[in-house]
């Protein structure tokens, strides 16, 4: 995948922004609150997703203006495509010069991977966090993960709301046994594919995470179950007693973790600030690198304020060893990028290219 050019008008702080003759690496220069990441934002909402920033369709829009219009000329599969968005109070897309129905017919056409400084919590925080990132990654290769995770999801809900009652009902338990047994089928098949993705990423691990820290930490990553045991049906029978007071099913998929660990200590207790967020740009390098071995090619790298919290070598390593793959980098600080050695340096002042 491959972004050849990109105009907008009227996007965010963006009146009229046109960018051509992109390279493989691209670093997006300026001030604070210059428009960097709003040109980020532009490029990945031809993925046909939500925005990175979680915001609403009307807020694309530069103040008091009536719509913005993006345009995106890009490569893949060796074929050259153009593609439009006009946001109002909504979006509405065209490929090629046809209209699609909905944004989301852009998904698997235009493909990208944004890294975006939250994206360190993927290794600090909660548990949570974890599983949505596999899940996300997963489900973006094989949708059918995506309808298996929503009927795990809804067994769950379904037990959860029966199992408060249980303490006054006994007959109860035939129902319980019924969902019980769904959950613990689905959640075979999720573990089995969580577990398959954790053992791609860690193929990938040694040379990314080593590159990325010059060969001087090892990282690793194990999928941590929330029970012990090999028939979770029969461990869920077991916690019914104390689910019924929680009004929670307390364990499953989950409820499951994913645990780094850098040179053998765990990354989400210990990890420096610099080491979190290179555990986390490691792992969307890993996705990327999925990606390419299923559809054949590198999604379009999105990296938003990575360099901060990096030391030179790190930095180095991002601007210089991603190769093969497209990158668009923000970055307010010249000194971060004095190592790079080739690419195209994109100076954004005011919302326009200077
Ligand atoms: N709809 C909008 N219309 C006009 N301006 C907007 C709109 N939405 C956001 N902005 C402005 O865009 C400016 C630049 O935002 P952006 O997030 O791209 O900055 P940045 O260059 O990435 O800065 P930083 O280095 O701080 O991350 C902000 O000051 C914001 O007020
Ligand atoms: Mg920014």
Redesign the pocket.
Known sequence: MRILSFSCRNF??LEELSVSDFDEMNVIC??????????L?GLWLFTGMKSFRGAKDS?????GREKSDLKLSFVSGGIKNDAGLEITARRQAALNGKKLKAVSELAGKFNAAVFSPSDSEIVGGGPSLRRKFIDSAIGQIYPAYISLIKNYTRAVTQRNSIIKDYKNDGSLSVMLDVFENEIASGAQKIIKFRRRYIEKIKNFLPDIYGGISSGKERLDAEYILSYEGDNLADVLKQTRIRDMYTGSTSAGPHRDDIEFKINGIPARSFGSQGQKRSVALALKLCEAEIIKNVSGEYPVFLL??VMSELDPERQSYILNHIKGIQAFI?C?DPSNIQNLKQGKIIN?KN?QVV
Do not use: H, L, P, S
């Not at 807020?59 to 103040?63: G, H, I, M, N, P």
């Open positions: 965010r702080n300026g001030e604070n609150a210059q428009g960097k990441t709003n040109m934002e807020e694309y829009v530069f103040f938003d304020d923000t307010c954004i919302g």
